[in-house]
C-alpha cells in the first residue's frame, strides 16, 4: 500500500514541522521519521474507530435505559450484555500498542509491515461503522416501540461488535507480518 492510498499517513506527513523536513533529509534518518509517521497515521486511525464506537456506545446506552423504562426486560438483558462487550473491545482499541514493536525488541516491525497494519486498521474503521449502523437500527426500532425487533437488532449489534474484535484479534500479527 503506497502512503498516497492512505490519507492518515499523508496528513501525518502533511503536518511536519520544518525542523522534522530538515530531519527527512538526513541519511539515515529519512527510515526512522518515516516509521515515527507511519506510527502516528496509525494512532489517529485507532482514535477515529475510538470515537465511532464511543458514538455508537452512548446510543446503546440511551437504548437501554428506554428498554428499562418501557419494561422490555427480554431485550435489556441482552443490550446490557451488548454494551459491556463494545466496551471490552472499545478499551482494547484504545490502550492498544503502537503500530510498531519497541526499538530494542526481538520482533522489529518492518515499514511494508506498518503499511500492511494500516490497511488492516482501515477496514476496522469500515467494521466500526457496521457497529454504528446496527446500534442505530436497535435504537430507531425501541424508539419506534417496535419492541418484537429489538431483540433481533440486539443480535444484529452484538454480531457487529464480534466481527470486529475478532477483526482486531489478527491485528498483533498484522504487526509482525505473520498474516
Known amino acids: 500500500m503506497s502512503s498516497t492510498a492512505n490519507p492518515y499517513f499523508d496528513r501525518a506527513k502533511s503536518q511536519t514541522s520544518l525542523q522534522e523536513k530538515i530531519e527527512l533529509a538526513i541519511p539515515g534518518f529519512h527510515g526512522y521519521k518515516e516509521k515515527e509517521l507511519r506510527r502516528e497515521s496509525d494512532k489517529l486511525i485507532r482514535n477515529q474507530i ?8 452512548s446510543q446503546a446506552k440511551d437504548t437501554y435505559r428506554s428498554l428499562v423504562n418501557q419494561g422490555a426486560n427480554d431485550s435489556w438483558d441482552d443490550t446490557d450484555h451488548l454494551l459491556a462487550r463494545l466496551d471490552r473491545v472499545m478499551e482494547r482499541i484504545n490502550h492498544s500498542e503502537y503500530g510498531y514493536a519497541g526499538f530494542f525488541d526481538v520482533t522489529k516491525v518492518k515499514e511494508p509491515d506498518l503499511d500492511r497494519m494500516i ?10 461503522d457496521n457497529v454504528t449502523t446496527s446500534i442505530q437500527a436497535l435504537k430507531d426500532s425501541v424508539d ?3 419492541l418484537p425487533e429489538a431483540k433481533g437488532k440486539v443480535g444484529d449489534a452484538m454480531k457487529a461488535v464480534d466481527a470486529l474484535e475478532n477483526a482486531y484479534n489478527g491485528r498483533k500479527q498484522i504487526i509482525v507480518g505473520v498474516q
Open 144 to 146: 419506534n416501540n417496535r
Open 50 to 57: 475510538y470515537q465511532k464506537l464511543s458514538d455508537a456506545e
Open 119 to 128: 490497511g488492516y486498521d482501515m477496514q476496522l474503521i469500515q467494521m466500526a
